[in-house]
């Protein structure tokens, strides 16, 4: 049972921190306690020569010693030192005053801070030694992800291929075994068929990846799965992002040229409009030059078209191109 009780400790590892911490400082608390001690009885001797004829707590070496105890603890302490104000005031006030000064506020926190020292250089030391562990670790990841690609990339042309991977899981031959059982620790098949998915953002122009990038993803993905898959999901936003703003600039530019299409075939509507209005005017010129010389026809009268058109128009005070009964 007491061995259950230490792996418990040793499980979590705040409490072993504190463990730890306590045993690293158990010289300095032993200084601290005996420094406290010899104040203690220091004080005891002074009390019992000073208050003994107050009361039975000060009357023996042993009762005083445990009264500073009490004091040093804030038991009752104002019942025990109220006599002695009473038996003599500036001894009292000289005692109890330094009393409290070197061991209740001085020593008591002086333990305290040692363990705090303690605790954070126990903490700091645990932090290095998982440090060193994790680049240990990563050394050998590193080395074994070498020594993967390296079987991995059959063609030695530093880009792994999706046959690749697939051609590495299903070999049978000995010089791949160690390759082979670092790949099968990374996942199944198909979750490294899906980080090659990943990797190469579902595009299938992008058949092949380059060893260094394959490394360091993959290094990543050793490391620290949960980052690496919230790094590929950016990357994936960031592509999609890129994306979406190239079809909105497409969409932008083809209304613009729509616009422009508009614009053009508007103003060919208006030419042919206007061309359409001017061949009318001369259509109706030449109707009412014809209509004109058939009138004078019926009364025989022979006129000047011309010269007759440029009387209308000096009537036409108005120049508006229309004559009014009056102008006529």
């Keep these: 049972r007491m061995a259950r009780s230490v792996s418990y400790l040793v499980?979590?590892?705040?409490?072993?921190?504190?463990?730890?911490?306590?045993?690293?400082?158990?010289?300095?608390?032993?200084?601290?306690?005996?420094?406290?001690?010899?104040v203690v009885y220091v004080f005891a001797i002074v009390g019992v020569d000073l208050f003994g004829a107050v009361g039975?707590?000060?009357?023996?070496?042993?009762?005083?010693?445990?009264?500073?105890?009490?004091?040093?603890?804030?038991?009752?302490w104002s019942s025990t030192v109220e006599p002695m104000f009473k038996f003599n005031p500036g001894y009292a006030i000289a005692f109890v005053v330094s009393y409290f000064a070197l061991v209740p506020l001085t020593l008591l926190p002086l333990v305290t801070a040692i363990l705090t020292q303690s605790s954070m250089a126990a903490a700091l030391k645990d932090e290095e030694t998982v440090e060193a562990e994790r680049q240990q670790h990563m050394a050998a990841v590193t080395r074994d992800l070498h020594e993967m690609l390296k079987a991995l990339d059959a063609n030695d042309d530093n880009e792994i291929t999706k046959d690749e991977l697939r051609a590495l899981w299903h070999s049978k031959k000995s010089a791949h075994k160690m390759a082979q059982a670092r790949l099968?620790?990374?996942?199944?098949?198909?979750?490294?068929?899906?980080?090659?998915?990943?990797?190469?953002?579902?595009?299938?122009?992008?058949?092949?990846?380059?060893?260094?990038?394959?490394?360091?993803?993959?290094?990543?993905?050793?490391?620290?799965?949960?980052?690496?898959?919230?790094?590929?999901?950016?990357?994936?936003?960031?592509?999609?992002?890129?994306?979406?703003?190239?079809?909105?600039?497409k969409v932008e530019a083809s209304r613009r040229e729509a616009r422009e299409m508009a614009m053009v075939a508007s103003r060919s509507v208006a030419k042919s409009m206007e061309s359409r209005r001017r061949a009318d005017a001369v259509h109706e010129r030449q109707a009412d030059k014809?209509?004109?010389?058939?009138?004078?026809?019926?009364?025989?009268?022979?006129?000047?078209?011309?010269a007759l058109r440029e009387i209308f128009a000096s009537a036409d005070h108005g120049n508006d191109g229309l004559l009014t009964k009056k102008e006529f």
Excluded at 14 to 38: E, F
Excluded at 56 to 76: E, N
Excluded at 290 to 306: N, S, T
Aim: hydrophobic residues 45%.
């Design 184 to 249: 099968k620790e990374l996942g199944t098949l198909e979750e490294l068929e899906e980080i090659f998915d990943f990797l190469s953002l579902n595009d299938p122009r992008l058949s092949t990846i380059s060893r260094e990038d394959f490394f360091s993803n993959m290094l990543r993905y050793k490391s620290n799965r949960t980052a690496f898959m919230m790094a590929i999901a950016l990357q994936h936003l960031g592509t999609i992002r890129r994306r979406i703003l190239r079809v909105e600039c």
């Design 11 to 38: 499980r979590y590892s705040a409490l072993w921190t504190m463990c730890k911490a306590m045993l690293s400082a158990a010289t300095a608390i032993m200084y601290a306690i005996a420094l406290g001690t010899l």
């Design 56 to 76: 039975p707590k000060w009357q023996s070496l042993p009762s005083a010693l445990f009264t500073l105890m009490s004091i040093a603890t804030y038991d009752d």
């Design 290 to 306: 014809r209509r004109i010389k058939r009138l004078f026809y019926m009364y025989g009268i022979e006129v000047d078209v011309a």
